[in-house]
């Protein structure tokens, strides 16, 4: 028999690392609450024949990069996604979050990725963009910016970065008697930062 929401958000929640034996939760303690003092009601909202609505490709790509896993193997249906979703989202009002499930089952709309990725964990980052301006043309100011950056990809956020304020290449450096490398060495730091920290690859396919 499947498991029900109720016993797979337990699995997620109780999940221990194996690699340094620590208790690394997948959902939060709020959701976990939620769902268990309501899970008669969720268990008996989900349908879970709405999984087969979803072509091959589809299926793949929730099992690829969207359905929470236990040592790499998937924890989540495409339902019990969607249900952890709503409850992250509505939290105690149960209604609501059982109105968005059958919303976003029967694929009247979806969220964006971040959102399906986050809701109902321990990092609840439920934007796709954000736009930053480099905090200054200095060491400090770049790299201050790229540790912003670094943390809004590591959760699954898009980036938008306006440069204008850095100096042109050759450009003369008072701080150092030199002169400035351009944008593009710049640009290869961030982009490298990106890659590096999307260890997860939980991006917009």
């Not at 969207?66 to 989202?89: C, D, F, T, W």
């Not at 986050?118 to 400090?140: H, V």
């Not at 306006?162 to 710049?186: E, F, H, K, Q, W």
Request: proline content about 4%; charged content about 20%; some cysteine.
């Amino acid at each position: 028999p499947c498991p029900s929401l109720a016993e797979v958000m337990e699995d997620l929640y109780t999940y221990v690392n194996p690699h340094n034996g620590k208790h690394s939760p997948m959902i939060s303690k709020e959701t976990l609450d939620i769902v268990l003092a309501n899970k008669d009601r969720l268990n008996s909202a989900i349908i879970y024949d709405r999984d087969f609505s979803y072509n091959y490709f589809g299926f793949k790509t929730l099992e690829r990069s969207y359905l929470l896993k236990i040592n790499s193997k998937v924890a989540e249906r495409p339902q019990h996604m969607l249900m952890r979703v709503s409850v992250g989202i509505h939290k105690e009002d149960i209604e609501a979050a059982i109105e968005t499930y059958n919303l976003l089952s029967e694929r009247w709309f979806t969220h964006a990725s971040p959102t399906l990725f986050n809701a109902g964990t321990n990092r609840p980052q439920l934007s796709s963009c954000f736009l930053l301006c480099m905090k200054d043309d200095s060491i400090e100011g770049i790299y201050d910016t790229l540790k912003q950056c670094a943390l809004i990809s590591k959760s699954a956020g898009g980036i938008g970065l306006a440069v204008s304020c850095i100096r042109a290449t050759g450009s003369y450096i008072a701080g150092t008697n030199g002169n400035s490398n351009g944008l593009v060495p710049m640009l290869r730091v961030y982009n490298n930062t990106a890659r590096y920290v999307d260890q997860g690859g939980n991006k917009v396919p």
